[in-house]
């Protein structure tokens, strides 16, 4: 028999708010925000640990994952707006991880909605640009105080918990609508990454412009169904992607979205119109996939607020929020020496 109606929608709801919570990476208050008895980095990486305990030694958060190295060629079209080295015309190495949005590093592919790609783009002055992106178009909620609420909704097991919190949050519903509705893809090289977050381009005569970021895929988008990829494997991802690069370099078209004067910086939540100006500023070219145990991106924490000279945050909260947990998420899973790295288990169809 059905369950009821509201049933079935409340059910949706956790299960939404359960790929919010380990999308995107944790977030904690920082700075100005941090008092005592309120959010901190290791409250939020305890709400994300399962009941059954943590993983040692993997990510607290985007666990499952795999590294790939490359260049970023660009075209030099971002030097009008930005002085960061690795926008002057040329190729700078790239080391990188695709991911899945799970504390499980052994889930399997078709139960994890979003994926997200790290970066970190290298120059020859020193500077390093990392980046931590998903595939939304949008985040779910539009502070970190709103992020921990979902959290806390998702986990709870009052019924009305999830109803509550989105009555109270009513931005949440743009996001639920993608991730009950967007096409799901059989590969990362088809998937899209944005930053979500806006930072600050700095140019060579010190004018600041709000952007956001986007790596759009060359390769044919051919969707499918969830159902369909889980028949592929539990792990077919990272076996296509390492198939896939192994036969021809995959590539991703870096775009930049110019914010007008009056919209919005602070809220990942909204965005801006399709009229903003947008400026294509290179290709992401991924060559080689390594597993993450002895990968290069294994020691890497993709914290986003290391940027280089030319490129700063904005007054988006999540930022610098998001840096002060991926920080003690690094250094609890370094810290488990026995088991940093090691294989995980994986899921069995």
Not at 84 to 106: C, I
Not at 229 to 234: F, R, S
Request: hydrophobic share 40%.
């Amino acid at each position: 028999m059905s369950p009821p109606p509201l049933k079935n929608a409340i059910g949706s709801l956790v299960l939404i708010a359960a790929t919010v919570a380990v999308s995107a990476g944790a977030f904690a208050y920082t700075a100005g925000w941090l008092t005592p008895g309120r959010l901190s980095p290791e409250k939020l990486i305890a709400a994300l640990t399962p009941p059954t305990g943590p993983h040692p030694g993997y990510r607290r958060n985007h666990a499952k994952g795999i590294c790939f190295t490359g260049v970023f060629k660009a075209n030099g079209t971002g030097s009008e707006i930005s002085r960061a080295t690795a926008l002057k015309s040329g190729e700078y190495p790239v080391l990188g991880r695709f991911n899945l949005a799970t504390v499980n590093p052994g889930a399997a592919d078709a139960t994890v909605r979003v994926r997200g790609i790290g970066l970190q783009i290298a120059t020859p002055d020193g500077a390093y640009w990392r980046m931590a992106m998903i595939d939304p178009p949008i985040f779910a909620v539009s502070t970190p105080a709103g992020f921990y609420a979902l959290q806390n909704a998702a986990k709870s097991a009052d019924p009305n918990a999830m109803p509550t919190f989105v009555a109270a949050h009513p931005e949440f519903a743009a996001f639920a609508s993608w991730a009950k509705s967007a096409p799901w893809t059989s590969s990362y090289a088809e998937d899209a990454f944005n930053s979500l977050n806006s930072f600050v381009f700095v140019d060579d005569e010190d004018n600041r412009r709000a952007v956001r970021w986007s790596f759009h895929p060359d390769a044919a988008v051919t969707p499918i169904t969830p159902e369909a990829l889980a028949a592929l494997g539990p792990n077919h991802l990272d076996e296509e992607i390492t198939e896939r690069v192994g036969k021809a370099p995959q590539t991703w078209t870096m775009t930049v979205t110019v914010a007008d004067p009056g919209d919005r910086t602070n809220d990942p939540t909204v965005a801006w119109p399709d009229d903003r100006l947008t400026m294509t500023v290179g290709t992401l070219e991924v060559n080689r996939i390594e597993a993450e145990p002895d990968g290069p991106c294994r020691d890497i924490n993709f914290d986003p607020t290391i940027l280089p000279d030319g490129v700063t945050v904005s007054d988006d909260p999540f930022p610098a929020a998001r840096s002060a947990t991926y920080a003690r998420s690094y250094d609890l899973r370094t810290a488990e020496a026995k088991d940093y790295p090691r294989q995980p288990s994986r899921t069995q169809p």
